[in-house]
């Protein structure tokens, strides 16, 4: 679950900054109008008006402010998944330029930025998934959500990335996470989480990524640490350099394939570790 409150919070730093009056609204349709005291400001904030739906216009200043609030909150909770989100798209813009250039390079990847799909509730067929063999890509998928109690819904909509494509990308990128985690046969529990932080540090180059993959091992225990240093780091951060660009797959047609063709073909090798969602140490496989 995101907590409430803490972008309210952290929107309001930047309201310290160029004379700017912040307003935020409850609904899911959030304006936030930026009243610029200088002319010349309020031409460059208009320019960026409309890129998309909620887009929230900032300035490099703001986008600091944003980063650094967002980034604290984020340490004291990992789970603060709106903190989270923030700090990738006010710390992302030049990761997110070189996954949209591997996109549009790849046929398939070129198709997603073309047609854009969502991975939501609403664009899955659950009951048709339910009914694929076990082993296969969209019913292992369906396993882990119902596993790890989590819904593709939780993925909150992209706000402060000043491009409309790099925002898609983006929001793509946060809602193949839980794809990510069923592909490297991750749980949601923390030692799973740094692991597939490990792999998106090594993948995409997304700052946030770096500082979870960094700083995510501090929150493990002692028997945690062990099997994430000498085993699941080293296999995460190989298979993120080698693999396949993982934004680029147009997941929603591949449900019926097996998921260990899928990563074979993504250039993923199994993980060396079994860990299950309530488990609280990692075993090896046997």
């Known amino acids: 679950m995101v907590k409430e409150g803490g972008l309210e919070r952290v929107y309001g730093i930047s309201a310290l900054w160029n004379h700017s009056s912040l307003s935020i609204s409850g609904s899911s349709r959030t304006a936030l109008c930026v009243r610029q005291q200088h002319r010349g400001v309020d031409s460059v904030d208009r320019q960026y008006d409309g890129l998309y739906t909620g887009h ?33 798209e006010t710390t992302g813009h030049l990761a997110l330029m070189t996954l949209r250039d591997r996109m549009r390079g790849d046929p398939e990847g070129y198709t997603i930025l073309t047609e854009r799909p969502r991975i939501r509730l609403s664009t899955l067929d659950l009951s048709k998934m339910a ?117 680029s797959i147009f997941y929603e047609r591949r449900w019926e394939q097996s998921l260990e063709d899928l990563r074979e073909e993504l250039n993923i090798e199994p993980p060396p570790l079994t860990i299950t969602a309530t488990s609280q140490k990692a075993t090896l496989d046997s």
């Open 56 to 88: 929230i216009p900032t300035s490099p200043i703001q986008k600091a402010l944003l980063a650094v609030g967002s980034g604290v909150a984020a340490l004291q909770d990992p789970y603060r998944h709106d903190m989270v989100a923030v700090l990738g």
């Open 131 to 247: 009914s694929l063999p076990d082993g296969s890509f969209g019913r292992e998928y369906l396993r882990f959500l119902e596993d790890n109690r989590v819904t593709p819904d939780s993925r909150v909509n992209v706000k402060f990335v000043d491009n409309e494509e790099l925002a898609y990308v983006m929001q793509r990128y946060r809602e193949v996470h839980d794809l990510l985690h069923t592909l490297l046969g991750m749980p949601t529990n923390m030692l799973g989480e740094v692991a597939v932080k490990w792999f998106e540090a090594a993948q995409t180059g997304l700052p946030m990524c770096i500082l979870g993959a960094v700083l995510g091992p501090l929150r493990l225990s002692t028997s945690r640490l062990e099997p994430l240093v000498t085993s699941l780091g080293p296999w995460a951060v190989r298979n993120g350099r080698q693999a396949r660009c993982v934004l």
